[in-house]
């Protein structure tokens, strides 16, 4: 209807209705401008009863993600949100380091950690799925990356020593876990005094937790919050190890008299 509006006027601009008829294709617009806004409240009402079921089974049942889901979570949109380079920075991930991935998905988050940690570097990858497995060892061989160790293992039973890595991270993949609580003490054991655990999550994921929960149950296994980086819609947060408790007081029990009390406020230079 537009072309044939414009058509009609660089044929004859003087024909009987006149002057080009701009309020007719303002209205056109308008109404394409209409259906496109409800074809979009159409896909956003209906992705959102889809997240919703789907975070309501995944309360019911938390299973691992199937394999061939791969490559459906690992979109365009997500590794615009998350790039994977600048994510491996926000774990804190640095040249050198021993390093493990809990949940590699399709390997793209983990090929870029294995760049950033280079040749002298060591990624292990664990999954509790063998295909994803199959699919990251593939990934890697594709890529020409030689430094990433993929294996099957079980979170709740790692199978490294104590005090193995420097950094510890998983990308959305902690509320996929039944009990977290275990896999973080797991976690807590393998990872070095001075190391960081790190979780990146995304809203339109359906196991997303708030950061508050997560903060809480990192806090219950050991770890307290380093930074925080991102937002509601997606967000990093790395933690490290509570620091060894104080030993207990050697002078507890001793008499506590007046001139041990004075012999106290000289050594802390109390009153001054």
Request: proline share 8%.
């Amino acid at each position: 209807m537009l072309r044939a509006a414009s058509r009609q006027w660089i044929e004859d601009p003087n024909a009987e209705h006149g002057q080009f008829p701009m309020t007719s294709i303002l209205a056109d617009a308008c109404a394409v401008l209409g259906s496109i806004t409800r074809a979009l409240a159409v896909l956003l009402l209906l992705f959102a009863a889809l997240h919703t079921v789907a975070r309501i089974a995944r309360h019911i049942r938390k299973f691992p993600m199937p394999h061939f889901l791969a490559n459906v979570i690992d979109n365009p949109l997500r590794r615009r949100i998350q790039p994977p380079e600048r994510t491996a920075l926000r774990h804190g991930i640095e040249p050198g380091m021993t390093v493990l991935e809990v949940g590699p998905g399709s390997g793209t988050y983990t090929i870029a950690t294995a760049r950033r940690i280079g040749a002298q570097g060591r990624l292990v990858t664990v999954d509790i799925e063998p295909e994803m497995i199959e699919r990251v060892k593939r990934k890697a061989v594709a890529e020409g990356v030689s430094n990433i160790e993929a294996r099957v293992a079980d979170v709740y039973g790692l199978p490294f020593d104590d005090k193995t890595f420097d950094a510890i991270y998983m990308i959305a993949v902690i509320g996929e876990i039944p009990l977290p609580e275990k896999a973080l003490a797991e976690f807590h054991r393998v990872l070095s005094p001075s190391g960081t655990l790190a979780f990146s999550e995304l809203l339109m994921d359906p196991d997303y937790p708030c950061a508050s929960t997560l903060t809480r149950l990192a806090a219950s296994a050991g770890f307290r919050l380093k930074e925080k980086i991102g937002n509601t819609f997606y967000y990093t947060l790395v933690f490290e190890k509570n620091p060894p408790a104080a030993p207990p007081n050697s002078g507890a029990g001793l008499p506590t008299g007046p001139s041990q009390a004075s012999d106290t406020r000289i050594a802390t230079g109390a009153g001054s």
